[in-house]
C-alpha cells in the first residue's frame, strides 16, 4: 500500500506550526467527548480508555464516553473516527496494530490511518512476554528452540490474528531458526492466553499485567520479554535483546488520535490534558507501570515522528514474518 510515509512531513510541519502557547485552550472541550476504541470490552486497550476518559471527565468537569466498535481487524473503528468531525470531541484509542501494521497487512483500507488520523499522543509501551504453558518442559528460549525442533508440526502458538504482535514475532522465530510451529489464530488476547493455559496451543505473547497472575501460580512461565531493561517485578525474564532476538520484537504500544485535520491547538489542548493525567502517581502506579507497561505523554509531533519509524519497522517485521490478511 502506498501510504503514508509522504503524508508525515505534512503533519509534521502543521504540527510545529502550531504556538506552545495554544496549550492554554480553555473553550475545549465544548461538549461531551467521546473515545472510539475498536476492541471489545475488558481488553488492555478498553482498561487504559476507561481510565483515561474518567480522569479527563473530572479534569475537564465534562462527560467522556468509551464507544467500543470491535471486529475487522479494527478497520471500521479507525474508520469511524477518520471521518468523524476534525474538532477534538471523537477520538481514537487504539494500538499499533490499527497504525502501522494493517497499512503492510491490506492491499487497500477505506481510510488511511496515517494520513486521515491526527496524533495526540503515545499513551504507553505494552511490553509483550514469550509465554509458554506451564506443563512445557523448556525453562528457556534455548529450551523453546530445542523442543520445537525435536518435534517439528507439533508445537503450536496462540495469536489473536494476522499481523498481531504473536504471529509477527513466531513467524519470524520460526524463518531464522528454521523451525515449524503451527499458527492458531483466536478471536483476542485472552481467548489466546485461556488456550495456552489450557493447553490447546503451547506458547504466545502476552504483557505481565494480564499475564501475571498465571506466571504466580505456575500454569504459565515467561521467557522473554520485549523491553529495553528487566522488568524489576520480573527479574528472573531476559530481555529480547539479551538473547539476540531484539530485531523481533513486535513493539507493542496504545496511543491517542483525532481525526485528520483537527486543529494542531486542540491537539495540544489534547495532549496537555492527557500529560497531566499520566503524570498523576496514583493513576501512573494502577493504570500503567502496575500492569507492567512504561508511560509516556509525548507531543504530537514527536508521536508523528515516532509513528514514522514505527511504520518502517512494522513493515521489516511483517516482510519477514509473511504475515497476511488470512
Same mark, same amino acid.
Given at each position: 500500500?502506498?501510504?503514508?510515509?509522504?503524508?508525515?512531513? %505534512?503533519?509534521?510541519?502543521?504540527?510545529?506550526?502550531?504556538?506552545?502557547?495554544?496549550?492554554? !485552550?480553555?473553550?475545549?472541550?465544548?461538549?461531551?467527548?467521546?473515545?472510539?476504541?475498536?476492541?471489545?470490552?475488558?481488553?488492555?486497550?478498553?482498561?487504559?480508555?476507561?481510565?483515561?476518559?474518567?480522569?479527563?471527565?473530572?479534569?475537564?468537569?465534562?462527560?467522556?464516553?468509551?464507544?467500543?466498535?470491535?471486529?475487522?481487524?479494527?478497520?471500521?473503528?479507525?474508520?469511524?473516527?477518520?471521518?468523524?468531525?476534525?474538532?477534538?470531541?471523537?477520538?481514537?484509542?487504539?494500538?499499533?496494530?490499527?497504525?502501522?501494521?494493517?497499512?503492510?497487512?491490506?492491499?487497500?483500507?477505506?481510510?488511511?490511518?496515517?494520513?486521515?488520523?491526527?496524533?495526540?499522543? #503515545?499513551?504507553?509501551?505494552?511490553? !509483550?512476554?514469550?509465554?509458554? !504453558?506451564?506443563?512445557?518442559?523448556?525453562?528457556?528460549?534455548?529450551?523453546?528452540?530445542?523442543?520445537?525442533?525435536?518435534?517439528?508440526?507439533?508445537?503450536?502458538?496462540?495469536?489473536? =490474528?494476522?499481523?498481531?504482535?504473536?504471529?509477527?514475532?513466531?513467524?519470524?522465530?520460526?524463518?531464522? !531458526?528454521?523451525?515449524?510451529?503451527?499458527?492458531?489464530?483466536?478471536?483476542?488476547?485472552?481467548?489466546?492466553?485461556?488456550?495456552?493455559?489450557?493447553?490447546?496451543?503451547?506458547?504466545?505473547?502476552?504483557?505481565?499485567?494480564?499475564?501475571?497472575?498465571?506466571?504466580?501460580?505456575?500454569? #504459565?512461565?515467561?521467557?522473554?520479554?520485549?523491553?529495553?531493561?528487566?522488568?524489576?517485578?520480573?527479574?528472573?525474564?531476559?530481555?529480547?535483546?539479551?538473547?539476540? #532476538?531484539?530485531?523481533?520484537?513486535?513493539?507493542?504500544?496504545?496511543?491517542?488520535?483525532?481525526?485528520?485535520?483537527?486543529?494542531?491547538?486542540?491537539?495540544?489542548?489534547?495532549?496537555?490534558?492527557?500529560?497531566?493525567?499520566?503524570?498523576?502517581?496514583?493513576?501512573? %502506579?494502577?493504570?500503567?507501570?502496575?500492569?507492567?507497561?512504561? =508511560?509516556?505523554?509525548?507531543?504530537?509531533?514527536?508521536?508523528?515522528?515516532?509513528?514514522?519509524?514505527?511504520?518502517?519497522?512494522?513493515?521489516?517485521?511483517?516482510?519477514?514474518?509473511?504475515?497476511?490478511?488470512?
Amino acid at each position: 500500500m502506498t501510504i503514508s510515509r509522504r503524508a508525515l512531513p %505534512a503533519l509534521a510541519t502543521a504540527l510545529l506550526a502550531a504556538p506552545a502557547t495554544a496549550r492554554a !485552550q480553555g473553550s475545549f472541550p465544548g461538549r461531551p467527548v467521546r473515545i472510539v476504541v475498536p476492541y471489545p470490552p475488558g481488553g488492555g486497550v478498553d482498561v487504559m480508555a476507561r481510565a483515561l476518559a474518567d480522569a479527563l471527565g473530572r479534569a475537564w468537569n465534562q462527560t467522556v464516553t468509551v464507544d467500543n466498535r470491535p471486529g475487522g481487524n479494527t478497520i471500521p473503528g479507525v474508520e469511524h473516527v477518520a471521518r468523524a468531525p476534525a474538532d477534538g470531541h471523537v477520538l481514537l484509542l487504539t494500538s499499533d496494530s490499527s497504525i502501522t501494521s494493517n497499512p503492510h497487512l491490506y492491499a487497500t483500507l477505506p481510510v488511511d490511518p496515517i494520513r486521515d488520523l491526527a496524533p495526540v499522543t #503515545l499513551l504507553a509501551d505494552v511490553h !509483550q512476554m514469550v509465554i509458554v !504453558q506451564g506443563a512445557l518442559p523448556a525453562r528457556d528460549m534455548a529450551g523453546l528452540i530445542a523442543a520445537a525442533r525435536a518435534r517439528p508440526g507439533q508445537l503450536n502458538y496462540g495469536s489473536y =490474528g494476522a499481523g498481531s504482535q504473536p504471529q509477527l514475532f513466531f513467524e519470524a522465530l520460526k524463518a531464522e !531458526q528454521r523451525l515449524d510451529i503451527v499458527h492458531v489464530p483466536y478471536r483476542g488476547l485472552a481467548p489466546a492466553l485461556q488456550a495456552t493455559i489450557a493447553g490447546e496451543v503451547q506458547m504466545t505473547l502476552a504483557g505481565a499485567g494480564i499475564a501475571g497472575p498465571h506466571l504466580a501460580a505456575g500454569t #504459565l512461565r515467561a521467557l522473554a520479554i520485549g523491553r529495553d531493561a528487566r522488568l524489576p517485578s520480573l527479574p528472573e525474564v531476559p530481555t529480547m535483546a539479551e538473547l539476540g #532476538l531484539g530485531a523481533m520484537d513486535p513493539r507493542t504500544w496504545f496511543g491517542l488520535f483525532a481525526p485528520g485535520g483537527t486543529p494542531p491547538a486542540t491537539l495540544l489542548a489534547l495532549q496537555g490534558a492527557v500529560a497531566a493525567v499520566m503524570g498523576e502517581p496514583a493513576f501512573a %502506579a494502577r493504570h500503567v507501570t502496575g500492569r507492567g507497561m512504561s =508511560g509516556h505523554a509525548n507531543t504530537p509531533e514527536a508521536f508523528a515522528a515516532f509513528i514514522a519509524a514505527d511504520l518502517i519497522d512494522k513493515g521489516r517485521l511483517i516482510r519477514l514474518s509473511g504475515a497476511r490478511v488470512e
